[in-house]
């Protein structure tokens, strides 16, 4: 099983902050990355695909980059709607499809 | 709209069993390749178990592997996942989801429905 470590696990940033999360999946998964958004009592959201193609409707501060095991999520300027926990999700080797363990991210 | 919605939650003592479902609205379902995902209270989200348009093709996590079995009714509009020989560690919200057409992400998710498995 492939096996997917975010990090941080958590950070503090201010509303128009640029704020970075980085996924690493054990083994390469070829840009095969899912990003998604989860705020308290609600469903995750998918924000991103492919590693970098913005899923209809979600805003394009949002972006992805990353190759090979590497990826990253960076929000360019934090909006307050934007606190919540973040989820990579890798769908290149399944079964099983895998998480990251998620970032919570929270307002300074 | 398109629209997720599940049923069948509830509490159950260890080694019981309980039937989910998940109805779809708003979209063609057979088309689509369906997942359970799970997430225990303060933790991350967990896969569960996944089955292809047709229902030819499921697969399953480990931590669940002969103890659930995922199906889907293309007729109702429907994924179910019976679950037999529950234990503590799968008390659980249970989110059903929808693969999405141009990936294997998910783009559909639906509210849950919560599993508790307690004495």
């Known amino acids: 099983d492939i096996q997917m470590t975010q990090s941080p696990s958590s950070l503090s940033a201010s509303v128009g902050d640029r704020v970075t999360i980085t996924c690493r999946a054990s083994q390469g998964i070829s840009n095969s990355l899912a990003w998604y958004q989860q705020k308290p009592g609600k469903a995750p959201k998918l924000l991103l695909y492919?590693?970098?193609r913005l899923e209809s409707g979600v805003p394009s501060r949002f972006s992805g980059s990353g190759s090979g095991t590497d990826y990253t999520l960076t929000i360019s300027s934090l909006q307050p709607e934007d606190f919540a926990t973040y989820y990579c999700?890798?769908?290149?080797?399944?079964?099983?499809?895998?998480f990251g363990q998620g970032t919570k991210v929270e307002i300074k | 709209e398109v629209q997720l919605v599940e049923s069948g939650g509830g509490v159950v003592r260890p080694g019981g069993s309980l039937r989910l479902s998940c109805a779809a609205s708003g979209f063609t379902f057979d088309d689509y390749g369906m997942s359970w995902v799970r997430q225990a209270p303060g933790k991350g989200l967990e896969w569960v178990s996944g089955i292809n348009w047709n229902g030819g093709s499921t697969g399953y996590a480990d931590s669940v592997k002969g103890r659930f079995t995922i199906s889907r009714d293309n007729a109702k509009n429907s994924l179910y996942l019976q679950m037999n020989s529950l234990r503590a560690e799968d008390t659980a919200l249970y989110h059903c989801?929808?693969?999405?057409?141009?990936?294997?992400?998910?783009?559909?998710w639906g509210q849950g429905t919560m599993v508790t498995v307690s004495s």
């Open positions: 492919a590693a970098s």
């Open positions: 999700q890798q769908y290149y080797s399944t079964p099983p499809v895998t």
């Open positions: 989801a929808r693969e999405a057409s141009n990936s294997e992400a998910f783009d559909i």
